[in-house]
């Protein structure tokens, strides 16, 4: 019952920027987006989260639409190292629960 | 901080037998979590908890129970294992919806 929907995988050259989208278009106005990624044989690591306005960190940045139902991670130059699976989830819809969807297999061409 | 241990890393379990998959956190985090990976597939979540009593089902919960008698600790339990468990079992925990979630490295079971 993932509420979030993703491509199932994209690619990028190295040293590029990558914009991995996310859909979730029955977003209630408590949910925060969460962004995860996991690199082969391990467990997801969290990425970057956020409410409503654009958020940034050491990692990424991420640009969440006005309307809430869609957001945009952003990898501002990719390297072979973020090759991973990157899941968009929701937080806390109801009953404190986060849904995991298939994500986003990101490929990154040297 | 250790984080969030999870043993064993490995395990293969014959048909109709039992065992615990343990999960514990040092980080006095209320909110449990457990999920399974099946191969090329996202996580599924099995049981969740929000403190030291309280546990719940997720999508997935059949065939598996949990305890949560600590804060620390969040045990999986699988009951008579069936080779539709045959999969990758990850713990995970947080403090609060504006908190990350923090990921054990997960443990590997085969039902044969």
């Known amino acids: 019952d993932a509420k979030t929907t993703q491509p199932n995988s994209m690619e990028s050259n190295e040293e590029e920027p990558v914009h991995l989208p996310c859909n979730h278009s029955?977003?209630?106005?408590?949910?925060?987006i969460h962004w995860y990624r996991q690199l082969p044989s391990q467990g997801p690591e969290y990425v970057i989260h956020?409410?409503?306005s654009n958020v940034n960190n050491r990692m990424a940045s991420l640009a969440i639409a006005e309307d809430r139902k869609s957001s945009t991670l952003i990898l501002h130059r990719a390297t072979l190292r973020d090759a991973a699976v990157y899941y968009c989830?929701?937080?806390?819809?109801?009953?404190?629960?986060?849904?995991f969807g298939t994500g986003t297999s990101l490929t990154v061409i040297p | 901080n250790a984080g969030v241990t999870q043993t064993p890393k490995f395990r293969i379990l014959k048909i109709g037998q039992s065992m615990t998959l343990q999960c514990t956190q040092d980080?006095?985090?209320?909110?449990m979590y457990w999920y399974r990976q099946d191969p090329g597939m996202g996580l599924k979540l099995i049981y969740y908890?929000?403190?030291?009593?309280?546990?719940d089902k997720g999508e997935v919960p059949n065939g598996y129970n949990v305890s949560r008698s600590t804060t620390e600790d969040f045990p999986l339990r699988l009951e008579l294992a069936a080779p539709s468990q045959t999969s990758v079992y990850f713990c995970?925990?947080?403090?609060?919806?504006?908190?990350?979630?923090?990921f054990g490295n997960g443990t590997r079971l085969t039902v044969t």
């Open positions: 995970a925990s947080t403090l609060s919806e504006v908190s990350p979630l923090h």
């Open positions: 029955t977003i209630s106005g408590t949910d925060y």
């Open positions: 956020g409410l409503t």
């Open positions: 989830i929701l937080g806390w819809t109801t009953g404190n629960q986060f849904y």
């Open positions: 980080m006095n985090h209320n909110y």
């Open positions: 908890s929000v403190g030291a009593g309280i546990t």
